[in-house]
């Protein structure tokens, strides 16, 4: 009610053009409106303009109000939340009005002590409970002040642009208190709540504090610069970053609808603080530009200086979005890897067929075809003349030879499957080095990947997947007896053979193995392995990578093997890492409603996001799934 009658009093105020201390916060003054109509624009256009982006932000606080009591009213936090949301939304369209009655301007005064009141949420969330106890009596000062203030304006005795003090101060002093909260106090899954309030209100005080900054640069210049100004980015930036705290606030309340929209919000920090910087840039170049051509040839010449100032937003535009991009990811989002240079579910060294490259010899080795590329190595079908008998032969790429990394990931991989002898492992022959590159002679699998084999039939019945993955669990828990964690377990990495009694599954590719208790094996973009299989502690780059991830990545090969597509079916990289971080576990029954429940739930645990909360190994993963 008090909305629906303050709006179209404060539009009229939009419309009036007022001289003098009793005019509307809201008003235009001549010289403003002067500006206003030499720039090209009417009243009615700025004042239509002006009133929809209130509106707009007014309209997220009250729907996510609404969602937030719809779906947990039965909460007592969830109800404080709604409330707060909802009358701090109503205030914010209609805060500054003087209103053209006694009861609209006592109405506007209650909302605004009402929202002030339900901004409780911001003090205590999400524990319900004042950390640190200071809080309690910061949060009693600003009821107080909102009283007294709101109080003197209902009687005429202040005017209401003085309560422009009150929400700012209530930011910085409740973001100071979440910060304290989030580093000295919150559990694990309490800062996974707090993180999303803290980065909404630090993005508002950022614009605020980057439109304070502007705002002196532009009031100092040519009217209709300081209008347009008001008009088309100080008035959508304010309104518009203030609305990101109920979004923040109900992704955290609700926590359901978390994943869905968590990317965007991260991309959305990284552009808008991006947006900020280039701003604060451009504004900062052209005000000193300008400061510098006076000095120089006594005139100001705004367009060079325009010209200038955007020369510094384009170049400073990419290097600013990578440095913004990799701060949210790793400050606020712990992801410790570069996730654009990494593969998705691409194809291994065993899935791409090369033809028509053949090599006479390799040392005692002949008849060598290439029949597969890799990252960094080449694999070729030939035959050892010694023991008389086909094998493959996997040779460092030549262009990857000098790099060290390089190197000691191949001579990882050898180490690592040397050691094993399993039915279920590729038995490694011989490993050493021929003139400078190195090779491994390993057993050749007359077969096709497990990758090609759902590219040419599509997912397997149960019947036919879960004998494959319990051969590959056996490996996987022989390979962890032995102290090796393999890291990227992936369809690709799966190779299928048609033996006397039927299928043999063999796991390959010990690449990025990681020997407990050995060194970690990483390179300069962080952590190794696959995106669509990686588990949450890889990306997050955790010292303590076991055979936890193993057991995670069997479960997506799982999911991927039983319904022919991957868990996490996103677009882009990034809102695959997110997935991995954040969303739970999808139930496969939902794309293959035949599967039993159990190997729903057996799923779920195996992709569980803490390591601890998973099965003890593989194998129990694939029998609770029989």
């Known amino acids: ?85 909802v009358t701090l939304g109503v205030s914010n369209a209609v805060d500054m009005l003087v209103p053209a009655s006694d009861a609209l301007n006592i109405a506007v005064r209650l909302t605004q002590i009402l929202a ?63 910060v304290y909260r989030y580093v000295q106090v919150s559990t694990r899954e309490e800062r996974q709540q707090t993180k999303w309030l803290v980065a909404a209100m630090g993005l508002v005080m950022l614009v605020v504090l980057s439109d304070r900054v502007t705002t002196l640069i532009v009031s100092s210049l040519d009217p209709r610069v300081d209008v347009v100004y008001r008009l088309f ?38 552009y808008g603080g991006t947006f900020v910087l280039l701003l604060l840039a451009a504004a900062v170049g052209f005000l000193g530009l300008q400061t510098a051509l006076a000095l120089i040839f006594g005139g100001a010449f705004p367009a060079v200086s325009a010209a200038v100032a955007m020369a510094i937003v384009a170049g400073a535009f990419n290097p600013s979005l990578k440095l913004l991009r990799r701060l949210v990811d790793r400050n606020i989002y712990g992801i410790e890897i570069d996730y654009r240079e990494m593969p998705r579910e691409g194809k291994a060294e065993q899935t791409i067929t090369m033809r028509g490259d053949t090599a006479a010899v390799f040392g005692p080795y002949t008849h060598l075809v290439k029949i597969a590329r890799g ?93 494959l993955l319990a051969e590959v669990a056996s490996a996987l828990d022989y390979a962890h007896d032995n102290a090796i964690v393999h890291r990227d377990v992936k369809s690709s990495n799966v190779m299928i053979e048609q033996t006397t009694n039927g299928e043999r599954a063999i796991l390959m590719d010990f690449g990025i193995a990681k020997i407990l208790g050995g060194e970690r094996l990483t390179t300069a973009g962080g952590a190794l392995g696959t995106l669509d299989y990686m588990s949450p502690e890889q990306i997050q780059g955790g010292s303590e990578v076991g055979p936890a991830c193993d057991i995670y990545s069997l479960g997506v090969l799982s999911y991927q093997v039983l319904c022919g597509k991957m868990p996490f079916d996103k677009s882009s990289s990034g809102a695959v890492v997110m997935a991995h971080l954040i969303e739970p576990p999808p139930d496969i029954r939902k794309v293959n409603p035949r599967l039993p429940e159990n190997v729903a739930s057996a799923i779920i645990k195996a992709m569980a996001k803490a390591p601890k909360a998973r099965f003890t190994s593989a194998k129990e993963f694939v029998r609770s799934m029989f």
Not at 135 to 150: D, E, F
Not at 159 to 172: A, L
Not at 238 to 254: D, E, G, K, W
Not at 390 to 400: C, S, V
């Open 375 to 467: 990252g960094m190595s080449d694999v070729y079908r030939a035959h050892d003349p010694k023991l008389n008998r086909t094998i493959a032969l996997k040779l460092l790429a030549a262009d990857r030879r000098r790099d060290p990394q390089v190197e000691k990931r191949f001579i990882r991989e050898a180490q690592a499957t040397a050691r094993l002898r399993h039915p279920n492992i590729v038995d490694i022959h011989e490993v050493g080095d021929i003139d400078g590159r190195q090779y491994i002679a390993m057993e050749f699998i007359h077969g096709i990947t497990l990758s090609d084999r759902l590219d040419q039939n599509g997912p397997l019945a149960p019947e036919e997947a879960l004998p």
């Open 233 to 270: 980015v100080q008035s959508p930036m304010l309104q518009l970053s203030f609305a990101a705290i109920p979004l923040a606030v109900m992704m955290a309340v609700l926590r359901a609808g978390l994943w869905n929209i968590d990317f965007i919000i991260n991309r959305g920090l990284v």
């Open 116 to 178: 002030i009141s339900g901004l409780l949420i911001l003090f205590i969330f999400p524990s319900g409970r004042f950390e640190p106890r200071w809080l309690k009596w910061a949060y009693a000062m600003v009821i107080v002040g909102a009283l007294i203030t709101n109080g003197l304006v209902m009687v005429r005795l202040l005017q209401p642009t003085f309560i422009r003090i009150i929400f700012p101060m209530i930011i910085v002093v409740s973001f100071a208190g979440q």
């Open 1 to 85: 009610g008090v909305l629906a009658f303050s709006l179209p009093a404060k539009y009229q105020s939009w419309l009036t053009v007022c001289d003098g201390p009793t005019c509307s916060a809201w008003s235009w003054s001549s010289v403003e409106a002067a500006a206003i109509q030499a720039a090209g624009f009417s009243l009615p256009f700025a004042a239509t303009w002006n009133m929809i982006f209130p509106i707009v932000t007014v309209a997220v606080f009250l729907v996510v109000g609404v969602i937030i009591y719809s779906r947990r009213s039965d909460d007592f936090m969830a109800l404080v939340t709604a409330l707060g949301l």
